[in-house]
């Protein structure tokens, strides 16, 4: 059964069962999100997608669709806030784009372009994360970790391999790895397994791969992440 | 404790919770107490035993503040750090400990015996300072009292060797009303229950689904559930939801094949200065878990649960017993009372440090033995709650007051209190009083009034519900205990004029920064933000920017944060700055531009590691350590 709601004005056609994210992707309206992914099911913890539903802030990739609900997104309050919220994923971690082999492939970053993003506003928390170099094909930078936790779900639901999961709480929340030892090379983490592939940012990277692209060349280069059709899919 | 005993233990817990992984938190707990941590041989056996992956049981424990991966000592000594505490002197008593026993703060000692650290409020304010030793509460601490400790801690005197006395928590009840003296006799609200309907068409209905329910008003159930409705009860622990909507929701849910309803008593009484759940369940334990009962009665639940928070687990025993004791009685079990089909028992589960479990949904998450983290709502629990099935979760003193209620009517109880806010409302009262304790009023009682009562004299503030609460400044102070002026959980901590309202936020601050779960981006770092800012006032580092930041923090936590959490976070900040200002004011030492770096601060882990802090070691500036 099909029905119908607004965003920023504009009528947006859903099915029942959909989420708002959902919808608006369907009808080409982008919302800004990073631990959404519309191969998984939805987790609603980076509040990126937060959109106005009859004037109440709301994670719209949790939120099912109404018939006649009326949702803001693209609006200057709700930037900001997005905005915002992307400054603290940045000062949260430690994120040298210049540096980084995700750079001009990065969801953060190109979100973070997408938002007008100036500057990282708040004071940065540098905080003292190792990096897991121990597995023959991968390598784990925590530093750049945003707890989306996707590759968890990609893991868990998919490869059925339970590699990564949160633990920790509050600002020491951090991804674990499924080995006695909290080493990669001690899980039956693989190249082929859907977990390899659906970091938003510069985590999971695969190795003897390093900017084999040059960045300028790379996908949020050629086009901002509000047109890449796929931006919500893994690289 | 070697490898064979290791497995022993683990063995004998998970086998006791009947190897099932919802028990996790339980086990890991258990486990704990008897091996002083959770090594890492324990994980291999669960993760053998229970066939869940390391990472789930990993993830688990390290989300609980109680449970150690890492040893922590023989010894594991937690200060309270309430404001309370500090304003009975901690610091200093935590110092002495630490001088006393060779050991850092937050570490472990040389040899491994001992660790000492800072907790969040353990309910103890009005007897306060409070420790927990290996998650056992003790009180009244004084600088006698830990040298005491200290030497018991050196010569390795088992704890349950300790003096009983150390151990000994008072109720304090100060002023009882209907709740606290009531002459209750266990099973009457049950029999008084029963009596509300006629005979027939009785029997069984507990057990009854939704579509063959007898219409509202007829039914056993039907009935108590309208007596419920009429009382006017609305929750105890702070939101003030209508009690008698929640459990006709719950009751009108749908069953899934081999669901069951499930009632549940949030004991995680974890808000900074409450501690009347305590007391409830110190002193009348029998009355809510007859409330349970009444609840279960009225909703046609089989199983019921007690969140008991981690640092309640001295009562745990004593709990169990009076359970027991019921079951004895045929007040819990099968035919409750002689009723075909209505079975109803009850499981007592532990916390282990994280405020945030107090939240319903990350209540059910923790009993279902994962990460206490808020679930996305809706759905809510009435309808998927603990394993997906419908769920009513409420407060201790929402269930002695259903007890109550179904043995004296809804009536009776919506005569008492206000019009808006029905029966009466258990004040946690600590702080700069004459007497501190439990105070039990209708609702509609004044602050003035609560005051007065107390011996509370020269104060500057009240806050009311703790730091998600509201502080109440002088000029305030005929405002009125009720859901329509100050809605309340409990909390009542006094501040009189000689306190700083800057540090009472500051300690608040980071109660949530510590408790924050993390789940999402605006209060987990939201809240690390906002700590990081009242730290940098503290240290004289502020300007009147840092006002506009605590207020763009405050708008962006309340729209984005995906639990009260993160919405309430910033509440002791902004509402201190509104009524307190020159408290803040005073420790603008810039004007113009805003220093985040200091440098003489940054000299502390020099210091620290020359174990100097005399004058010489310092940078000698004129405004307070400037750089």
């Known amino acids: 059964m099909s029905h119908t709601f607004t965003l920023d004005g504009k009528v947006v056609p859903f099915v029942d069962g959909q989420t708002i994210i959902q919808a608006a992707s369907a009808a080409g309206v982008f919302i800004p999100h990073l631990c959404y992914h519309p191969e998984f099911k939805p987790h609603g913890s980076c509040k990126l997608c937060t959109v106005k539903v009859n004037g109440r802030h709301t994670a719209s990739c949790t939120m099912r669709a109404a018939p006649g609900m009326v949702v803001e997104s693209e609006t200057e309050e709700i930037n900001a806030e997005r905005r915002a919220l992307t400054q603290m994923l940045f000062v949260e971690g430690n994120h040298f784009c210049p540096s980084c082999e995700k750079s001009g492939n990065c969801q953060l970053q190109a979100t973070a372009y997408h938002l007008g993003m100036m500057s990282a506003h708040y004071d940065h928390f540098f905080p003292n994360r190792a990096v897991d170099a121990s597995h023959p094909d991968f390598l784990l930078d925590f530093n750049r970790c945003i707890l989306c936790s996707l590759c968890v779900r990609a893991s868990r639901d998919v490869d059925g391999k339970n590699v990564f999961a949160l633990s920790g709480r509050g600002i020491k929340t951090h991804l674990i790895v499924n080995a006695k030892s909290g080493q990669l090379a001690d899980t039956d983490f693989t190249l082929d397994d859907k977990a390899a592939q659906v970091c938003p940012v510069g985590v999971i990277l695969k190795k003897r791969q390093g900017f084999a692209v040059p960045i300028g060349e790379r996908k949020y280069d050629k086009a901002p992440i509000s047109e890449t059709a796929e931006s919500t899919e893994g690289r | ?627």
Not at chain 2, 571 to 586: G, H, M, S
């Open chain 2, 1 to 627: 404790m070697d490898a064979e005993a290791l497995a022993g233990v683990v063995d004998r817990v998970i086998n006791r919770y009947r190897r099932d992984p919802t028990c996790m938190l339980q086990i890991l707990r258990e486990i704990q107490e008897a091996c002083d941590w959770v090594p890492p041989e324990a994980i291999d056996r669960m993760q053998a035993m229970l066939g869940v992956p390391r990472t789930k049981i990993e993830g688990v424990a390290g989300f609980y503040s109680f449970i150690y991966t890492e040893p922590r000592g023989k010894y594991r000594v937690l200060f309270s750090d309430n404001i309370t505490d500090r304003m009975q002197g901690n610091r200093a008593l935590m110092e002495r400990l630490c001088s006393n026993l060779w050991v850092e703060r937050g570490k472990v000692s040389e040899d491994g015996l001992v660790s000492v650290g800072k907790t969040a409020c353990t309910g103890l304010c009005d007897q306060g300072p409070g420790m927990l030793v290996n998650n056992y509460a003790i009180a009244g601490l004084s600088l006698e009292r830990i040298d005491e400790i200290a030497e018991l801690i050196r010569n390795k005197v088992p704890l349950t060797d300790w003096p009983p006395a150390y151990f000994k928590i008072e109720d304090n009840i100060r002023r009882a009303d209907v709740l606290l003296n009531a002459d209750f006799k266990p099973g009457e609200a049950l029999l008084a229950a029963r009596a509300r309907a006629p005979s027939d068409g009785l029997n069984a209905s507990n057990t009854r689904s939704w579509r063959e329910g007898l219409p509202s008003g007829i039914g056993g159930p039907g009935a108590t559930l309208d007596e419920i409705k009429r009382s006017g009860l609305r929750g105890r622990g702070g939101a003030g939801f209508t009690t008698g909507l929640k459990w006709e929701a719950c009751r009108n849910a749908q069953l899934k094949a081999g669901h069951q309803r499930i009632v549940v008593c949030n004991a995680d009484e974890g808000e900074p200065g409450t501690f009347k759940d305590r007391v409830l369940l110190s002193k009348c334990p029998d009355l809510v878990f007859e409330g349970m009962t009444v609840a279960a009665y009225a909703i046609g639940a089989t199983r019921g649960f007690v969140y008991l928070r981690g640092e309640y687990r001295y009562l745990l025993d004593h709990l169990n017993a009076v359970l027991a004791n019921r079951r004895r009685e045929n007040l819990l079990g099968k035919d409750i009372c002689g009723l075909p089909g209505a079975d109803f028992d009850i499981e007592i589960h532990v916390g282990a440090g994280a405020y945030v479990c107090g939240e319903e949904s990350a209540l059910i998450e923790s009993l279902e033995g994962k990460r206490g983290t808020p679930r996305n709502r809706p759905p809510f629990p009435v309808t998927n709650g603990y394993l997906d099935q419908p769920t009513i979760v409420n407060n201790v003193e929402t269930f002695a007051a259903a007890a109550l209620i179904a043995l004296k009517g809804g009536e009776w109880y919506a005569g008492i209190g206000t019009k808006q806010s029905a029966g009466t409302k258990i004040l946690s009262v600590s702080g700069d009083c004459a007497r501190p304790g439990i105070y039990e009023y209708p609702f509609g009682v004044s602050v003035r009034q609560v005051l007065e009562d107390c011996g509370a004299t020269d104060t500057q503030a009240v806050q009311v519900s703790g730091p998600s609460g509201i502080c109440v400044a002088e000029n305030e102070f005929d405002r009125v205990i009720g859901f329509e002026d100050l809605p309340t959980a409990g909390a009542f901590t006094i501040f009189n004029k000689s306190r700083d309202m800057f540090e009472v936020a500051r300690n608040y601050v980071h109660f949530f920064q510590h408790e924050s779960c993390g789940f999402c981006t605006p209060c987990r770092v939201g809240t690390s933000l906002l700590k990081n800012l009242m730290d940098k006032l503290h240290y004289g580092s502020g300007s009147p920017y840092d006002f506009a930041e605590i207020e763009k923090l405050n708008q962006l936590l309340q729209a984005m944060s995906h639990c009260g959490l993160g919405h309430t976070a910033c509440n002791p900040v902004l509402d201190t700055i509104a009524k307190f200002r020159p408290a803040y004011d005073k420790r603008m030492m810039q004007q113009d531009f805003t220093p985040a770096f200091n440098l003489d601060r940054e000299l502390s882990a020099a210091r620290q590691m020359t174990g100097r802090d005399d004058a010489a070691a310092h940078l000698a500036t004129e405004h307070g350590g400037q750089s």
